[in-house]
């Protein structure tokens, strides 16, 4: 009963290092989603996919990247890590149709020093 | 302005209080409504999607006010569990999907 996975779930970055987070989710659903929620924040959307090899921006995609590959799968990769990166990510996936549940993974908890 | 917002809170309310969340939207093409819950340091679930005609599940009722274009969430006999941040999320006929930062709600024994 795994639904969203993500991993790593903790991961220390020096600036300007490079890292890839993964998600995975067994649900067969078309849309995928990355967050970042920033310390009593409210969530903010990066990238989005609404389908295997399909992606797209959201509010905030500067400094980010993403692949859709395979439809259970959405990688985000940051190429060259700021500070300002600091923050907990969450990938989500959904049906995509109006009436569909987000489902999120547990977060992964991202801080570059 | 957002297109989703919320009233931030906190709300600190006794136990056993009903207290009242809005959330109000600005697109008007929005077509589907839902509340989220999320506690500290974990992910946000679904609590109820909220209908038209209003709907209850056990304490927790969410009304949809189309013509203003705001939802509510009311929570009655609060409980120290429900202590929380809900979230508001709107769905467009686009399906997207756009959320509120939240109100974050303590219940105090």
């Known amino acids: 009963n795994a639904g969203v996975t993500q991993t790593p779930k903790f991961r220390v970055l020096k600036t300007g290092q490079s890292m890839t987070l993964l998600c995975a989710q067994d649900m067969n659903h078309e849309y995928m989603y990355w967050y970042r929620q920033d310390p009593g924040m409210g969530l903010r959307l990066i990238h989005y996919?609404?389908?295997?090899?399909?992606?797209a921006k959201g509010e905030v995609p500067d400094g980010y990247n993403v692949s859709r590959l395979k439809k259970q799968n959405f990688l985000l990769g940051l190429e060259s890590a700021a500070p300002s990166q600091t923050s907990v990510y969450f990938c989500?996936?959904?049906?995509?149709?109006?009436?569909?549940?987000?489902?999120f993974g547990e977060g992964s908890w991202l801080t570059v020093v | 302005r957002k297109e989703v917002e919320q009233d931030p809170g906190p709300f600190n309310v006794p136990e056993g209080a009903t207290v009242a969340f809005n959330c109000t939207y600005s697109n008007s093409a929005s077509q589907s409504f839902f509340w989220y819950r999320q506690d500290c340091r974990k992910e946000p679930k679904l609590l109820m999607s909220?209908?038209?005609s209003g709907n209850e599940d056990g304490r927790f009722t969410a009304q949809l006010n189309r013509a203003s274009q705001y939802i509510s969430l009311l929570i009655r006999d609060s409980k120290l569990s429900d202590s929380a941040t809900y979230l508001c999320?709107?769905?467009?006929?686009?399906?997207?999907?756009?959320f509120g930062d939240g109100t974050t709600l303590t219940v105090k024994p």
């Open positions: 989500a996936s959904s049906r995509g149709d109006l009436g569909n549940t987000i489902y």
């Open positions: 999320v709107v769905n467009t006929n686009a399906g997207k999907s756009t």
């Open positions: 996919s609404v389908g295997e090899g399909t992606t």
């Open positions: 909220v209908y038209s």
